[in-house]
């Protein structure tokens, strides 16, 4: 079994920087954008940012900022986070990808875990981050006190600065004539499982981390799993652990939003990314035709860069706006948890989706059309960016796009979801 030590400080535990305020959090990210910038091929190379950015993470207070009060943190809302990952974004955003996707989900880990769990795992107060991924591991055995993990599996984001991993694996259920297997939801500390480094061999996003890794046996204290859950879909209609605990509704919430919303955050800041590479080069280029002007002073150029503007623009307003109804929906399940349903949740996944496709596609038909092919030399900076869009429009969720419009139909015209397959 692993090891789990048990928190002896006396909560809530004292914040580094007790009057942090979320803009203060926003402006440090947005502060970055040079350093990011500068590091972006390094990070590429090295497949995830580096120790210093990270020390400098951990002490500006950025892995803290979903987690609880009670644990030291400053227990900032989604729209914050959004912001955040947003500006890290328009610098890197290999860098924002690997750095949100460990960040987050100590917003899933305080709203669905009971206070024991939450205790153990952040009552000391020091770094925590945790990776995620909804693909199954393999399989989990039940032991006497837990779960036994064997298995693998990849595109784990964030993976190399986390001290924790939430994963599914199938739970086995014994004899030739058993059922199909239900999903587990664990959680598992950094040493249970094993990195192995091998990610970097795709067209973009090299530097966010999205390392493999491997469980050989370790087993985890059943409390620290949730058992026929499937993370994507966490019932939430009889309250929450962590909304019981500490009296946020944010900790009342359910993941699709959050998660898809977080991908789309990254998708607007590399779009306005490659648009502020664009506009460096309406000052510093010719234009294409005679006479000879600055791109600046160039009708289609101005038009050009108008409507990429614009769409970029309308992109991020529509995802703020997503964030702000998924903070009301916690509000609202506040009072009557059942409020935050399936159909809201994959309504504002939904909603992320389109984001993250219209920033692919403003920066691929408006900007890379137009740039001209200096700026896809290896190493520029819209090339690179151009390269972290195009593999983030085909994520595995954002590819579930058209999947997601009948899902969305069918819950709301009042066909279950396991229903959907009936006609």
Known sequence: MTTISQPTAQFPLAQPEPGLTSKELIARAAALRPRLLEEAAATEERTYYSAELHDYFVEAGFYRLYIPRRYGGYEFDYPTFV??????????????????????????????FDQQTQDEIL???????????????????????????KGKVGYCSGIPYS????????????????????????????????????WGDI???????????????AEVPARWTMENTFVADVDVSRGTPGFRLHGNPMYGGRMMATFTGNLAAVAVGAAYNALD??????????????????????????????SALTKISTAEAALLN???????????AAEDPTQYTYFEDYRLGCIAREVIQQCWEVVQSELWRTVGSSAGAH?????????????????????????????????????????????
């Open 322 to 332: 997503q964030a702000d109804q998924h903070m009301e929906l916690c509000e609202r």
């Open 83 to 112: 912001k955040v990952t947003m500006e890290l974004a328009r610098g890197c955003p290999s860098t924002a990808w690997c750095w949100s996707l460990a960040a987050a989900h100590a917003l899933q880990l305080s709203s669905w």
């Open 379 to 423: 190493g520029q900076r819209i090339e690179r960016t151009f390269r972290d869009l195009a593999t983030a429009s085909a994520h595995r969720n954002v590819s579930l796009r058209d999947w997601n419009y009948g899902d969305l139909a069918r819950a709301h015209l009042g066909v279950a979801p396991h229903e959907r397959n009936a006609d």
């Open 277 to 306: 590479e664009y506009e460096r080069f309406l000052y510093e280029k010719p234009a294409y035709m005679p006479p000879p002007l600055p791109r600046r002073l160039d009708p289609d150029f101005q038009r050009w860069f108008g």
């Open 163 to 198: 001290t924790h991993f939430m994963g599914q694996a199938f739970m086995s259920k014994p004899g030739p004539d058993a059922p199909p297997p239900e999903l587990l939801l664990f959680l598992a500390p950094r040493e249970a499982y094993t990195i192995i480094y091998d």
């Open 123 to 149: 009552g000391s107060g020091e770094h925590f981050a945790m990776a995620s991924v909804a693909q199954p591991i393999g399989v989990a055995t039940r032991t006497a006190g837990g779960w036994q993990l």
């Open 203 to 217: 067209i973009g996003l090299k530097g966010s981390g999205s390392h493999t890794i491997t469980f050989d046996g």
